[in-house]
């Protein structure tokens, strides 16, 4: 991995456009500027990646030729980005959004994730970050085209209307926005443009279809694994076994010889072989020795890593919640319940493996390919290169996955390292196998609930402890303050009307290196509170949904998914033969979500049949797409759920391939039902929480069905 540890590596780069209006193609560029808060990882950062003032982020392009170009400023790893984030801009822009062009931004401040403080795709905040900010983008390039034309005809501007690219002055005379761009791009942007109500939106909140799937359908969608460069050649690289581990020398001799190869090169965290073709690269790789330092890693073991976090979990944490006093209404209760819940590595696994395309020249460097955190890749490869950040090209391709494995950035180092090289530029591939043994995995965790009922059953004190090790603090170490990350403790507050709450987090350093994975934190919490709060229905002798409604009564967002999710799934009547339900809800990114699994149990198989999911995701931009992100989330959740675990053994991960990290397939797949529920609430994310609630609704069906408690993913029957 490439850390960022001296002051060069530190500069998360200040690169693309200047702020502002200006000629384009001889049209109309046109910046938004956003004032919102500069998001949680700002502070975290270097200085140099924090943008002073104004952070534009949204950019459209009106061309003389009449072309509309949409600037999409997050990268699309299925999300549904390339369609809903250009949405919001043709919305008040009065453009058909099948008619517009759009780009993929490069890097640099105007681009800047301000709910992050950096320029990452992650955590939800694509359409929440944007929502405002996009449609006043859209709205200042209509206005300033709008008057454009208007000082032309020498009228006021609010005699033109607009339609469809087409500006319509008195008497009918018309202009296309390309006939006015030039003229336009010489206006001053208004400050305040007035945004449309919601209910003259003519494309946000429509069921638009996505504007990527022609492209993945025809094969012309570029992913990084499809780039292609003049004299471009291939690399395959052969990592230390164990993570951390370097290399200490080599022989090539053998591989040198083999048709295509190019050079065998070493680079900070492995050795390279450098051919005409990926194949040519990896056959000649399988000959090359390589002796390595292992490093500390080496003494890994999963059983060493469980028993050192149980330790560690009987440490009293920092505290991260507090409400009422704890201790006295845990001594007062009449009941008392505890229940510890454990949650293993899991690996990201997206469809296409890291890979990584770089140029290094003298005097510049472009870096192609598919990343979640360009300012990183920037930063990186101005450490690696010695050239300045404006020396540096980044050109964002499709995701093939993401899921927060490409926030971070070792394979687009090992790629400029070795494009550095050669001296050409050099497209690194990784297998598989590379894929699942050098991950960045999601954290283990171990949480710990205590609980206090009263008489009637409910519950009068609870406390949450869990322990896990922090991904922030390796990224953004000065992001984590008196032993509390923020990214540890999404959803680790239970919702629920409970007088006396105490909430605890240890960190925990395992030795293996962790990332954010889908939903981050909440798929870790929610299994743990949701598991529990069942557990205090069943011993309260109280129906799960019932039990959760009397404790919801100031939560009127939650009462509303619950109560649709029961109804919709027959909640309360009978199921079919062999089969039970389980609940389970949450609140992730601005999102609320209840859902209802039914499943049957057959020796120690498990089967989910049917899942029924209510969201309410607040102001929707496309329905399309939020449908497609909950069934995907669910899919995704579920192998998690039933399969998903990463073991080690003598420092090395033991799972190569789905052959041994299986996930669901389309046979396995269950029925997905999902209600959304129509809201005017500001817009949440979708495109992770969901991943967290399926794992405590199938746990809980299956307790339904046969009374055995599962506390440990993945699910498994004795």
């Known amino acids: 991995m490439t850390t960022l540890q001296n002051s060069s590596r530190r500069q998360f780069v200040k690169t693309g456009t200047v702020v502002g209006t200006g000629l384009f193609s001889g049209g109309l560029l046109v910046g938004c500027a956003m004032m919102p808060d500069k998001g949680p990882m700002a502070s975290a950062l270097p200085p140099s990646a924090t943008a002073p003032g104004a952070m534009p982020n949204a950019w459209v392009k009106v061309g003389t030729d009449n072309a509309v170009t949409i600037i999409c400023a997050r990268a699309e790893m299925g999300q549904g980005v390339f369609t809903s984030m250009p949405m919001l801009v043709a919305e008040e822009l009065e453009v058909d959004i099948t008619k517009v062009r759009i780009e993929m931004a490069p890097a640099g401040e105007p681009y800047t994730n301000t709910m992050l403080g950096g320029q990452i795709t992650g955590g939800s905040t694509s359409v929440r970050e944007g929502y405002d900010g996009l449609r006043v983008a859209g709205a200042q390039a209509r206005m300033m085209l709008v008057a454009a034309a208007a000082e032309r005809w020498k009228v006021d501007p609010s005699a033109c209307s607009v339609a469809d690219a087409v500006i319509t002055g008195p008497g009918g005379q018309k202009l296309t926005y390309g006939e006015v761009a030039e003229a336009a791009s010489r206006l001053t942007p208004p400050k305040e443009p007035k945004l449309k109500a919601a209910k003259d939106f003519k494309i946000v909140g429509k069921w638009v279809k996505r504007r990527d799937t022609p492209a993945k359908v025809d094969g012309s969608a ?5 780039v292609k460069l003049p004299g471009m050649l291939y690399a395959a690289l052969a990592q230390c076994p164990v993570i951390g581990g370097k290399p200490v020398s080599f022989d090539a001799a053998q591989a040198k010889g083999m048709p295509g190869v190019k050079n065998v090169v070493q680079i900070t965290d492995g050795v390279a072989v450098v051919a005409d073709t990926y194949w040519h690269a990896r056959k000649a790789l399988e000959t090359v020795k390589v002796t390595w330092n292992e490093g500390a890693g080496k003494g890994l073991n999963s059983a060493g890593i469980a028993a050192a976090l149980k330790t560690a979990s009987a440490k009293p944490g920092a505290e991260y919640h507090k409400l009422g006093n704890f201790d006295a209404g845990f001594g007062a209760a009449a009941r008392k319940v505890e229940a510890t819940y454990e949650l293993p590595f899991l690996s990201h696994a997206p469809l296409e493996p890291m890979n990584f395309t770089a140029d290094v020249r003298k005097d510049s460097c472009l870096l192609y390919g598919p990343t979640q955190f360009q300012q990183a ?30 926030i971070d950035f070792d394979f687009i180092a090992q790629a400029v390292e070795i494009s ?63 032993g509390i990350d923020p990214f540890m403790t999404e959803a680790a507050v239970l919702p629920y009307d409970i007088p006396n709450q105490l909430g605890q987090v240890v960190i925990h350093d395992t030795g293996l290196r962790v990332g954010y994975w889908r939903s981050v934190s909440h798929a870790l919490n929610v299994f743990a509170n949701e598991s529990f709060i069942d557990e205090l229905a069943v011993a309260a002798g109280k129906d799960p949904v019932a039990y959760r409604q009397a404790l919801l009564t100031k939560e009127p967002r939650y009462l509303k998914v619950l109560a649709t999710a029961a109804e919709k799934s027959g909640w309360g009547k009978p199921v079919p033969a062999g089969r039970a339900r389980g609940v389970a809800v949450m609140e992730g ?9 039914e499943v049957s149990v057959s020796g120690k198989d498990i089967r989910v049949h049917r899942v029924t999911i209510a969201a309410d995701v607040g102001s929707m931009v496309n329905p399309n797409v939020v449908a497609q992100q909950i069934e995907g989330s669910t899919i995704f959740g579920l192998s998690a759920a039933l399969f998903g675990e990463i073991t080690l053994k003598d420092g090395v991960v033991e799972q190569n391939n789905f052959n041994d990290y299986p996930v669901v397939r389309m046979n396995e797949s269950p029925v997905i039902d999902v209600h959304m529920i129509a809201s005017t609430e500001k817009p949440g994310g979708i495109g992770e929480p969901l991943t967290a609630l399926i794992s405590p609704s199938v746990g809980n069906a299956v307790f339904a069905a046969t009374k055995q408690r599962l506390r440990k993913l993945p699910l498994r029957l004795a």
């Open 589 to 597: 990114y601005g999102t609320y979500l209840a859902m209802v699994s």
């Open 222 to 226: 570029e992913f990084g694994i499809d």
């Open 377 to 406: 890749a920037v930063g990186t490869a101005a450490a690696i290169t010695g050239l300045k950040p404006e020396q540096i090209t980044i050109r964002t391709t499709f995701l093939g996955g993401g899921f927060g494995r490409r």
């Open 420 to 482: 550095k090289a050669v001296g050409a530029p050099v497209k690194l591939l990784w297998s598989r196998e590379d894929d699942m043994k050098h991950d960045f995995y999601r954290p283990i965790s171990r949480h710990t609930l205590s609980a206090g009922l009263g008489a009637n059953g409910m519950p009068t004190a609870i406390k949450v402890h869990f322990t896990s090790p922090s991904v922030t603090q390796r990224l953004f170490a000065a992001f984590v303050k008196d």
